[in-house]
């Protein structure tokens, strides 16, 4: 089963990273693995994937799909 990616506003996103950034200076997110762009668990997604050049740095599979639609143009 593949995840549909839920669709949100620009800002929607903009102020979920704000206060993901929030929370992440507060040290909420220490000793967690979560995806650097939506804010979710290990528990939450399907998969995580490491980033290569910084460490602690992941992306969620449902993460990927939007960036691929939004590559793509939609």
Do not use: D
């Not at 995580?48 to 939004?70: F, M």
Request: hydrophobic share 40%; proline share 3%.
């Amino acid at each position: 089963m593949q995840a549909q990616p839920i669709m949100v506003s620009l800002s929607e996103r903009v102020t979920a990273l704000a206060q993901r950034l929030h929370l992440r200076a507060m040290g909420v997110y220490a000793n967690q693995a979560r995806c650097s762009f939506c804010g979710k668990g290990k528990s939450q997604v399907s998969r995580l994937i490491a980033g290569g050049s910084k460490p602690g740095t992941y992306i969620c599979t449902e993460c990927v799909a939007v960036a691929a639609e939004i590559i793509a143009g939609g």
